[in-house]
């Protein structure tokens, strides 16, 4: 196996790894933010409980994300030395910022964590959680911002290979940055919440049927539609980007090859690499000019008018469509949640129902991974586009192959205590007993 | 001050404040599982976990925020050591990884697990060990440069007197300064048993910091002899730096101010990492790097400094709060206030 190609793997696994903990790390904050409002709002510990309980299972979590963190920070230089390098003079500015992003939320976080009883009021307790949730927002603004640069670099001239005319703001400022900054918020919003809402509803299914946890499950259930709803709406406005500057990924995303209006919409299929045609897959009439343009007579470029060596792997349809069909789906359960709320009590707390809540947890988390995949793949071969492939900035130090090694272990022994131990703390640590308790005494 | 300048004094000054917060959090893991095999456990235990819990996160930032800095404004150090450290700086990672998250895991997840605990203390002494060697790599002689591409010289590394030297002093000197702070805080806490233990330790680890600062020095001398001449033309911070260890070596055997002790080991340590520093300079890598020529474009070190000014007067009011709530909190400090 070539080293540019070992390099990708073990970057894409730690960033593939990462993003579980970061996802949880930018959403977290919120979901705690708004259980303790809900808490002070209706004058109702068992919220409090709730978030005192998130806090405690996060703090893990925050752990082996700081680390994996720390670890894309500098495998980014060890395994991408050209890229920084080159890059690192253009868009080093927001990585930099990014550190100061988490320095802010480690602070409060740590703050946070450690003052449950330190305060006269909860709502000074509450407070806290303010520049928790803003840092954590920030640091995901910051790193997106340049994952967005890869994808449409400006802000800098080449002059004979040296890089002139450097602006910072506008490199950080690119045409990715505003979708790919709102997907990658509300889809870690929306994860977050139906994480926890997967873990309420197994517990409720196995019996524990409380006050407690049908307030948590309806909290957790309501915060996931909304921010499942604007992640499905930024990203409609993330097709028009990729139409716009970044035709290619969108094209191999939909296996689109003619250039023409009224494009039809994929799902699924399979594709003839030799004749280039599209079979089994189910068509939605003119929703790809909908999705590329706002209108259904508009033109999407096609993949037979972009040079071939250009075209990312056509695999991508298949992750694209996942993570869509993921996001849909979620949409369509957590209304279903909320409708029977309204209108059928009596269906809330459906075994089925329940079933599919706990389904959605996972698979909320496997479409950012396969989003992220998507987003990654799609770019290739590029890593900054239009200036410089991956094959240029990746490392020429042999030992690539055994640090995937070394780093896989890591990650599946992290992977695995992460679980066990949150599910130690769990069985531990029952809710039942503290749900008498009018104080806040623990 | 040059651009340049200013810019690898911030890094440099961010790395002193990792240093000292980082070899607190070793020496404290260190000393936590040393306490609990030999049966001190519930006295030190109490005081390191009450400094310990609210902070390590942030130790941890220090560190990224070091080399994403060096990174931004010197792009070429990225390249040659990214290229060169593949391997060493990996392990350096899986160890940092281990310690982050086996600490959280035996912290709030299962404080019972011996093994846990022994990884967390573990790497604790093998991290500065490992992180030393970048510094001995930086003088040269460590890295080859062919075609271009630079090599690691692992072999050279391990049979060279000075890398060892190094890597002794990182030892003694996290030792030293995470149990003169303990010592300090166990005071503050009104805890005079782990006082006693921890000022023991202290006084344990004193003098071996001044006799591995002498090997260092008589390795390098052999090693970089342009970097030694270099030392001998700042001798004035090392001069500092012996005399602030003599005031804190005092305090702690009188046992008095034991805040001043503390201040004057960080005073110590300032003086001699500044020192150092300065007669590194100019290379960022010897004979490769130099911080003039490796340095980011002007647009982009001005935005970055623009950028540190503006964290800076978001972190520090930050840090501020944290300690005043935590590390300089004497009800906290007493265990009065969970």
Known sequence: MELALQSRILFGLTLGFHIIYATIGVGMPLLLLLAETMGIWKKDYQYRLLAKRLAKGYSITVAVGVVTGTIIGLQLSLLFPGFMRIAGQVISLPLFMETFAFFFEAIFLGIYLYTWSRFKKPLFHLLVLIPVAIGSGLSAFFITTVNAFMNTPQGFTIDNGAITNIEPLKAMFNPATPTKVAHVLTSAYMTTAFVIAAITAWFILRGHRNEYYKKALRLTMAIGLVFAVATAVVGDLSG???????????????????TKTHADLLVGGTLDRTTNEVNYALKLPNMLSFLATDSFQGKVVGLNDIPKENWPPLIIHYWFDLMVG???????????????????????????????????GPLSMLAIEFGWVFAEVGRQPWILRGYMTVSEAATTEPHVGSMLVLFSVIYALLGILTVFVLVRM???????PLLDARSEQT | M???????????????????????????GFFSYYGRITGK????????????????EVTNVFLVFFFVGIVGFFPETGYYYGTALLVPASIALVLLTIRGSFYAFSKYGNPNSHLYHFLYAATGVLIPASFSTVLTISEGGFIAV?????????????????????????????????????????????????????????LFNSLPTIFASLLV?????????????????????????????????RLLIVKRSYGWMFISVMLQFF????????????????????FHTSVTNPTMAKFLVAAFIGGMVLLIPSLFLLMRLFIFNAKYVKGKLS
């Not at chain 1, 993921?326 to 075994?351: D, H, Q, T």
């Not at chain 2, 003694?172 to 233990?197: G, H, K």
């Open chain 2, 217 to 249: 020095f008589m390795a390098l001398w052999k090693h970089n002899p342009e970097h030694f001449a270099s030392l001998m033309g700042n001798s004035i911070w090392f001069i500092l730096s012996f005399a602030f260890f003599l005031n804190a070596l």
């Open chain 1, 240 to 258: 028009k980007f990729l139409a716009a500057y970044q035709p290619e990924k969108l094209a191999a995303a939909e296996w689109h090859f003619e």
């Open chain 1, 326 to 360: 993921i996001g849909s789906f979620m949409i369509a359960l957590s209304a279903v949640f909320v409708a029977c709320r309204i209108w059928k009590p009596k269906l809330e707390w459906n075994r089925w129902l329940l079933g599919l809540i706990v389904l959605g």
């Open chain 1, 426 to 432: 769990a069985r531990r640590n029952p809710v039942e």
């Open chain 2, 146 to 202: 062919e075609d271009g591409v630079p090599r690691f010289l692992a072999g050279n590394l391990f049979y060279s007197p000075y890398s060892w030297a190094v890597v002794f002093l990182a030892l003694v000197s996290v030792l030293f300064i995470s149990t003169s702070f303990l010592t300090y805080y166990a005071n503050r806490a009104d805890d005079p048993q782990a006082e006693s233990v921890l000022r023991q330790w202290a």
């Open chain 2, 271 to 290: 003086t001699a990492f500044w020192g150092y520093g300065k007669a590194h300079l100019p290379y960022l890598l010897y004979p490769y790097v130099s």
């Open chain 2, 41 to 56: 456990g519930e006295i030190i235990n109490k005081v390191i976990s009450r400094y310990l819990s609210p902070v390590w």
């Open chain 2, 2 to 28: 040059t651009t340049e300048g200013l810019g690898i004094s911030i890094l440099w000054l961010f790395l002193y404040g990792y240093i000292i917060v980082a070899s607190i959090d070793f020496g404290a």
